[in-house]
Every structure is written in structure tokens, then in C-alpha cells.
């Protein structure tokens, strides 16, 4: 079978091409056709011998996802549903985002998701299998290439968890991040966890190299709650976590981003934004408030406005820093794996 050429950093694919007789050199003139040209097939590549095209196309794939489904929000976010094209028909989802800075895209890095969270659309749809680096990349470059727009900023915020994918996603970093490749600052790259501490340390002791955004769904600083909206919590206790996090800041010297999503008479009451602000005490810490996307048969609903309010400002008048997140694209379903999930549901 074909390998998905796109499954492979710079450095590999100079090896890759040393294996089936070529110049290591000619891996820079690839890089720049997939990522920088966006072409969608081998013989496109016009700088390159119909020779060399030929060898590619027999050795390798681009492995091109097709659109299977596109929604536009009045917001301009576009959710799109690919079908990876893989013998079992897998499909994925991706969010694109226009903020005043730029592009966002909102990537998957599994197809489903073992986390569990209580909340989440994922929850309850079997988890199929780790995303590929190539597949990671491919969501943007499906999307510039539909859109003919430049993504600024990707976030690892759509389906699975990108520590549970730690390698595939680390080398789709690399692609993303290398100006040969996609030329996407580490800075703007951010990884969202559901707080697998572990690979926390370990993505810790490779920033200096990566140095990239990390975010943890924290969403409760109470171990009883947060073990109840997130099994992860059980294995990892919030201590744990915390512990972790203070090891990556101390290492990176980066602030971490806590993502907290505020459901009613769940979490979002002052006695909760007062265990928040012990819990970051001191700590080079962003808090992102985020009204929660109801469910289908979920048991959390939103927070009313007023109390999301009083939660940002207790905990800015506390010495956090706090911001409530736009709601992007509620209209068309954007939060995370709902659409898949529908998808699955009408098969
Ligand atoms: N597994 C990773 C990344 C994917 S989820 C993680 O847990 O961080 C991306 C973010 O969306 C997480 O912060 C997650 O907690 C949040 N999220 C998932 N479902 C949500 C919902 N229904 N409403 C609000 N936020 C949700």
C-alpha cells in the first residue's frame, strides 16, 4: 500500500526519497509544492521530471480528503465534515474560524475520543483510531485550499485528545510549523488537553524545541466534580495536574490557557470561582470561560449570561486573568464531534 506523503517531516522525507534513489534535495521542492503550491496531485509538480512525478505517484499518496458535508454559520465559521478516504470510510471533522487577528482552523487529532467527558458530543460513539500526522495536516490544507484563504493559528481542539496521539501529533507540529512547510509560528499552534499529566511532563521537556500553547480543559477545581464531568480526572487528580502545569511553566516559561465551561448549578456559582483562584494562585495562568454547548440527552446546560459575568469578573478582581469565549458557530452545530456524531446517527 501507498504511504500518505504527507505523513512525513522534512528530515524523514529526505530519507524516504534516498530510499527509492532520488536527492534529498528534491524533499524541499515537495515540501514547498504541498504546503506552500497546495496542489492536490503529483503532476502538478512542474519544477519536478515527469520521471520523478511518475516514481511519487507510484510510491505515494496526498492523501486528499473529500468535503463530504460544508456548513456556514452567519458568524463566516465553517464546519467541515472529510471523509479521510480510508478502507473503512472514516470521517472527521474541522472548524474554521475568523477572528479579528486571522484564521483559526480547530483540527481533530482522533477519530472519536476514549476521554469520556460528560459533555462532550464525542462521548458515547466508539473511538476508531489515532489521526496520522498526514491526516492532521491535510485538514488545512482541505480548507485553504476550498477556501483560497492563509490560516494564521491552529488549535487541537476538535475530535480526540491530541496526548493520546502524542507522536503523530508532535511530528504534524513539526510540517505545520516548519517554513518550509506550512510555516505556522509555534506561538500559534496550541494543544488542548483533557489533562493527561504524563505527557504534560513530556511535552514540557520537548517545548524548548516546540514551544507551542498548551491549554487544559480544566472545568472544575473540585476533584469530586471534575471527576464527574471528566473521568481523565480519576486517573490524574487535579493536584496532579496542577503539578504538572507548574513543571511546563516553570520549563517554558509560557502562560497555560484553562479552558472552564461554565454548565448551570454545575460549576458556575461563586463558591467554584473561589476554589479557581486558590487553585491558580500565582500561577502565569489565562482562564477561558466558555458558555457550554449543550448536548443532545446531555445533563449540562448553559450558565445564564449574568452568572458567566460574575464568574469573569470575581475572578479578575482576583488577580486572574479571565475572558469569555465568542460563541462561534452555535448555529451549525461547531462544537466538537457534533457533527460526526449526527452523521453516524442517520447511517
Ligand atoms: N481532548 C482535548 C481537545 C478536544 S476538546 C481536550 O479535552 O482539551 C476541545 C475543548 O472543547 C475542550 O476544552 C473541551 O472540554 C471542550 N468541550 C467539549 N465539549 C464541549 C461542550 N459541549 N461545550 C463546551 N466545551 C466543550
Given at each position: 500500500?501507498?504511504t500518505?506523503?504527507?505523513?512525513?517531516?522534512?528530515?524523514?522525507?529526505?530519507?524516504?526519497?534516498?530510499?527509492?534513489?532520488?536527492k534529498?534535495?528534491?524533499?524541499?521542492?515537495?515540501?514547498k509544492?504541498?504546503?506552500?503550491?497546495?496542489?492536490?496531485?503529483f503532476?502538478?509538480?512542474?519544477?519536478l521530471?515527469?520521471?520523478?512525478?511518475?516514481?511519487?505517484?507510484?510510491?505515494?499518496?496526498?492523501?486528499?480528503?473529500?468535503?463530504?458535508?460544508?456548513?456556514?454559520?452567519?458568524?463566516?465559521?465553517?464546519?467541515?465534515?472529510?471523509d479521510?478516504?480510508?478502507?473503512?470510510?472514516?470521517?472527521?471533522?474541522?472548524?474554521?474560524?475568523?477572528?479579528?487577528?486571522?484564521?483559526?482552523?480547530?483540527?481533530s487529532?482522533?477519530?472519536?475520543?476514549?476521554?469520556?467527558?460528560?459533555?462532550?458530543?464525542?462521548?458515547?460513539?466508539?473511538?476508531?483510531?489515532?489521526?496520522?500526522?498526514?491526516?492532521?495536516?491535510?485538514?488545512?490544507?482541505?480548507?485553504?485550499?476550498?477556501?483560497?484563504?492563509?490560516?494564521s493559528?491552529?488549535?487541537?481542539?476538535?475530535?480526540?485528545?491530541?496526548?493520546?496521539n502524542?507522536?503523530?501529533?508532535?511530528?504534524?507540529?513539526?510540517?505545520?510549523?516548519?517554513?518550509?512547510?506550512?510555516?505556522?509560528?509555534?506561538?500559534?499552534?496550541?494543544?488542548?488537553?483533557s489533562?493527561?499529566?504524563?505527557?504534560?511532563?513530556?511535552?514540557?521537556?520537548?517545548e524548548?524545541?516546540?514551544?507551542?500553547?498548551?491549554?487544559?480543559?480544566?472545568?472544575?477545581?473540585?476533584?469530586?466534580?471534575?471527576?464527574?464531568?471528566?473521568?481523565?480526572?480519576?486517573?490524574?487528580?487535579?493536584?496532579?495536574?496542577?503539578?504538572?502545569?507548574?513543571?511546563?511553566?516553570?520549563?517554558?516559561?509560557?502562560r497555560i490557557?484553562f479552558?472552564?465551561a461554565?454548565?448551570?448549578?454545575?460549576?458556575?456559582?461563586?463558591?467554584?470561582?473561589?476554589?479557581?483562584?486558590k487553585?491558580?494562585?500565582?500561577?502565569?495562568?489565562?482562564?477561558?470561560?466558555?458558555?457550554i454547548?449543550?448536548?443532545?440527552?446531555?445533563?449540562?446546560?448553559?450558565?445564564?449570561n449574568?452568572?458567566?459575568?460574575?464568574?469573569?469578573?470575581?475572578?479578575?478582581?482576583?488577580?486572574?486573568?479571565?475572558?469569555?469565549?465568542?460563541?462561534?458557530?452555535?448555529?451549525?452545530?461547531?462544537?466538537?464531534?457534533?457533527?460526526?456524531?449526527?452523521?453516524?446517527?442517520?447511517?
Amino acid at each position: 500500500m501507498k504511504t500518505n506523503i504527507k505523513n512525513y517531516n522534512l528530515d524523514i522525507l529526505k530519507e524516504e526519497l534516498k530510499r527509492i534513489g532520488e536527492k534529498p534535495f528534491r524533499a524541499e521542492q515537495i515540501f514547498k509544492w504541498i504546503y506552500q503550491e497546495k496542489v492536490d496531485s503529483f503532476d502538478k509538480m512542474t519544477n519536478l521530471s515527469l520521471e520523478l512525478r511518475k516514481k511519487l505517484d507510484e510510491n505515494f499518496t496526498l492523501g486528499i480528503f473529500k468535503i463530504v458535508k460544508k456548513l456556514e454559520s452567519i458568524d463566516g465559521t465553517k464546519k467541515y465534515l472529510f471523509d479521510v478516504q480510508d478502507e473503512n470510510g472514516n470521517m472527521i471533522e474541522s472548524v474554521l474560524m475568523q477572528y479579528h487577528h486571522g484564521y483559526t482552523i480547530c483540527v481533530s487529532s482522533q477519530i472519536g475520543c476514549k476521554m469520556g467527558c460528560k459533555f462532550c458530543a464525542s462521548t458515547g460513539i466508539p473511538f476508531e483510531r489515532n489521526l496520522l500526522a498526514g491526516e492532521i495536516v491535510e485538514q488545512i490544507l482541505a480548507i485553504e485550499r476550498d477556501t483560497g484563504i492563509t490560516i494564521s493559528n491552529i488549535v487541537f481542539m476538535g475530535i480526540g485528545e491530541p496526548l493520546d496521539n502524542f507522536d503523530n501529533v508532535m511530528n504534524a507540529i513539526q510540517i505545520i510549523n516548519n517554513p518550509k512547510g506550512l510555516n505556522i509560528g509555534a506561538r500559534h499552534i496550541s494543544i488542548s488537553t483533557s489533562g493527561i499529566v504524563p505527557k504534560i511532563y513530556e511535552l514540557a521537556d520537548r517545548e524548548e524545541k516546540i514551544q507551542c500553547t498548551l491549554s487544559i480543559s480544566l472545568h472544575s477545581s473540585n476533584n469530586k466534580k471534575r471527576s464527574e464531568m471528566m473521568p481523565v480526572n480519576n486517573a490524574y487528580p487535579i493536584e496532579e495536574l496542577i503539578k504538572a502545569c507548574r513543571y511546563f511553566i516553570k520549563k517554558t516559561n509560557k502562560r497555560i490557557s484553562f479552558e472552564y465551561a461554565l454548565a448551570k448549578d454545575n460549576n458556575d456559582n461563586l463558591e467554584d470561582a473561589k476554589e479557581l483562584v486558590k487553585l491558580l494562585d500565582g500561577m502565569l495562568a489565562h482562564v477561558n470561560l466558555i458558555p457550554i454547548n449543550p448536548i443532545e440527552k446531555g445533563k449540562y446546560t448553559k450558565s445564564t449570561n449574568e452568572n458567566i459575568i460574575k464568574f469573569r469578573d470575581y475572578l479578575n478582581e482576583h488577580g486572574i486573568v479571565a475572558t469569555i469565549r465568542r460563541e462561534l458557530g452555535s448555529d451549525i452545530d461547531a462544537a466538537c464531534g457534533q457533527l460526526r456524531r449526527k452523521n453516524l446517527k442517520n447511517k
